[in-house]
């Protein structure tokens, strides 16, 4: 008898190893396959080329990004503060505009912002009075010969109250 119940231990015991091997392969899921017509292409990514340091150099890159925002449909005058490679935008938009058109227009300024300046890696656009006001101080500033980042923590306040566009 003692025979027999070694041998039941052995193959419940051998049972039992074999379920857990096997369990374990069963619960593995295949790599999904990626055909190209499933794939999505990576965004662009910003230049590697760096952004000027030099004021006369910025002040053209902020000039030609102001008359990018002002061409668009909407947009009555635009201010821009280039913090590096961050793009800040305040828009005076025409009277009336619903809120969809509102975003529609951040949204288009931004994109177009980004088109003519593939450096740039963030660009904040608003058109809230207020903050359009405190851009353009700090641009005044800028333009006055006075360093960006003297108005970090002003830039940091901007951010604050808007997000930045998907890029």
Known sequence: MKRFEKLAVLFFTLIIGLAMISG???????????TPGTQ??????PSQ?????SPEESNKIVSNLADVADKVPGV??????????????????????EKGETERIKRDVSNKVKGAEPRLT????SSDPDTVSRLR?????VAAGQ???????ELAEIVKRISPTAR
């Open 40 to 45: 999505t292409p990576a965004p662009a990514a």
């Open 147 to 153: 360093p960006i980042s003297a108005f970090d923590n």
């Open 76 to 97: 009555n005058k635009s201010t821009v503060v280039l913090a590096g490679t961050t793009a800040y935008v305040g828009i005076d938009q025409k009277a009336d505009l």
């Open 24 to 34: 374990c392969n069963a619960l593995r899921k295949p790599a999904p396959e990626n």
């Open 122 to 125: 963030a660009v904040y656009v």
């Open 137 to 141: 101080r700090v641009s005044e500033g």
């Open 49 to 53: 080329e760096p952004m000027p340091t």
